[in-house]
C-alpha cells in the first residue's frame, strides 16, 4: 500500500524559507515520478515542481528560482525547498507519486504573512 506523509509546512513571513518533506511507503522515491502540488482557497491545484525516475526537474514558472525540488535516498523523501516566499505562495501543498497508480497525501498547509 502507498502511503505519501507531508510534513514541514507552517506560518512564516514573506521573504522567508520553508522546506517541505514528503515521506513515501510502498514506494520507491528514486524509480517514481513525484511531484508537489499546492492549492489556493478557491483555486485549482497546480503543479510547483515535480522530478522524475531518471533525474530530471521541472519548475513552474510562479517558484522558479526560488523552489527546489530534491530526493532523499536514504529516508525515501521528496523534498521541497522553499526560499523567498512570498504571500501568493500560501496554499496547501501535496506530495504526488505515480508509479503504477496515482498516489496522493493529505497535504501541509503554508501560509506566507506579508
Known amino acids: 500500500q502507498v502511503q505519501l506523509v507531508e510534513s514541514g509546512g507552517g506560518l512564516v513571513q514573506a521573504g522567508g524559507s520553508l522546506r517541505l518533506s514528503c515521506a513515501a511507503s510502498?514506494?520507491?522515491?528514486?524509480?517514481?515520478?513525484m511531484g508537489w502540488y499546492r492549492q489556493a482557497p478557491g483555486k485549482a491545484r497546480e503543479l510547483v515542481a515535480a522530478?522524475?525516475?531518471?533525474?530530471?526537474?521541472f519548475s513552474s514558472d510562479s517558484v522558479k528560482g526560488r523552489f527546489t525540488i530534491s530526493r532523499n535516498y536514504a529516508k525515501n523523501t521528496v523534498d521541497l525547498q522553499m526560499n523567498s516566499l512570498k504571500p501568493e505562495d500560501t496554499a496547501k501543498y501535496y506530495c504526488?507519486?505515480?508509479?503504477?497508480?496515482?498516489?496522493w497525501g493529505q497535504g501541509t498547509q503554508v501560509t506566507v504573512s506579508s
Open positions: 504526488n507519486a505515480q508509479y503504477g497508480g496515482n498516489y
Open positions: 510502498g514506494i520507491i522515491v528514486s524509480r517514481s515520478y
Open positions: 522530478i522524475s525516475s531518471s533525474g530530471t526537474t
